[in-house]
């Protein structure tokens, strides 16, 4: 089982871009969350997918998107980069009925 | 909203000491509770949940007690090994496929 894993691992950008970051979750589960860490905090709920819909929504603007697909593989989509969305976007994966979130190792995005 | 207090790092130990990062929680209703840790360019790993009042979350010799009375959930290892130098991030979710609701994280070294 490979777990969730994430794409790409480092990502560099310039500001006003737009970047899209992918995940793929572990085998068997439906449910996909994806966090922003900043260097020194804790992760920040961005939002979550299941059934190919966004189901939940944490305090960010509209520049930040996502898609679920089918086989459950999910997609974060940042328009208009700002140097504040430089972080460690990490994704989760759970089932829809259970407790447990496993996390992938993230991406590292630098905006410059 | 729900929020997460944890213990300000850095914590710097000698091997086998006594290990306590001190956790509390603010929310509505009955949350599960979580320790996740986090080593150096990797993402997140549960370390141990509880999931109602007066439950004992325990795994690699580290353990905490869901306290309804004090609204804490405090990690405490024995003896701790260098291996155990990480980033430490208390959380809460509502249940089931809420959001995790994390703390900012407190950063362990371990020295030999």
């Known amino acids: 089982d490979a777990g969730v894993t994430q794409s790409p691992t480092h990502l560099i950008k310039t500001r006003g871009q737009q970047v899209t970051l992918r995940c793929s979750p572990k085998s068997g589960h439906d449910t996909v969350s994806w966090y922003q860490q900043a260097l020194g905090q804790g992760p920040q709920f961005i939002f979550q997918y299941y059934e190919e819909e966004e189901r939940q929504r944490g305090n960010f603007p509209d520049r930040f998107s996502g898609h679920q697909f089918p086989n459950y593989s999910s997609e974060l989509n940042v328009n208009a980069l700002l140097l504040g969305d430089s972080a460690l976007y990490l994704c989760a994966s759970s089932l829809r009925t259970g407790e447990e979130a496993f996390f992938g190792q993230g991406t590292r995005l630098t905006v410059v | 909203g729900d929020s997460v207090t944890q213990m300000e790092g850095p914590v710097t130990l000698s091997e086998e000491a006594f290990l306590t990062i001190n956790c509390t929680y603010t929310a509505t209703g009955y949350p599960s509770l979580f320790w996740y840790v986090q080593y150096p360019g990797e993402g997140l790993q549960l370390l141990l949940k509880?999931?109602?009042?007066?439950d004992k979350g325990s795994n690699k010799g580290f353990e905490a007690t869901y306290r309804k009375e004090t609204t804490s959930f405090h990690l405490e290892k024995g003896s701790v090994q260098v291996s155990d130098s990480a980033v430490y991030f208390c959380?809460?979710?509502?249940?089931?496929?809420?959001?995790?609701?994390f703390g900012k994280g407190t950063k362990l070294t371990v020295n030999p």
């Open positions: 959380a809460l979710t509502q249940g089931g496929s809420e959001k995790l609701v």
């Open positions: 509880a999931t109602k009042a007066d």
